[in-house]
């Protein structure tokens, strides 16, 4: 017997199970309807917006990915996260994590440098500049 005709991929969506006879969206090795593209978090719909893997493959926003993994500053208590693509940085002092621009004398907000008499000066659990830590420590 021969047969004759034409064949028709037919792809399945990993979410539902049913045919795509439109738009394929493929992202992780992985087929879907656009709609159904969603972070396994907050549902949201992930068609043509940024998302990450978690350690076990789950597809996340940036959003959900940043309150489950990102450091929280412990002067300010937000997250620190990269802002418009921008290569962020932590500074970790007395094991707490804190944002660049928060790490400064917890008295008169200077910011902490590397230069001489201008670092850290750790107190009671405080970031002191030199001129609060020597007050601190006299009292």
């Known amino acids: 017997k021969s047969f004759h005709g034409t064949a028709k991929a037919v792809v399945s969506t990993q979410s539902t199970g049913e045919h795509i ?5 493929r992202a992780v090795d992985k087929q ?16 043509g917006v940024p998302f990450t893997l978690d350690a076990e ?10 309150k489950k993994f990102a450091y929280t500053c412990k ?3 937000e997250l620190i ?8 940085y932590r500074i970790i002092a ?8 928060c790490y400064k004398c917890e008295v ?3 910011k902490f440098t590397n230069d ?3 670092g850290c000066y750790p107190h009671d659990d405080r970031l002191l500049c030199h001129t609060h830590y020597k007050e601190a420590v006299a009292q």
């Open 108 to 110: 008169c907000d200077t």
């Open 94 to 101: 007395m094991d707490k994590d804190f944002h660049v621009a």
């Open 57 to 66: 493959n789950n597809v996340l926003c940036v959003q959900c990915y940043n």
């Open 32 to 47: 879907y309807h656009p709609e159904c593209f969603k972070c396994t978090d907050c549902g949201n719909c992930l068609d």
């Open 21 to 25: 006879k439109e738009r394929i969206l």
């Open 75 to 77: 002067a300010c208590n």
């Open 81 to 88: 996260v990269s802002e418009d693509g921008a290569e962020t």
């Open 116 to 118: 001489e008499g201008k």
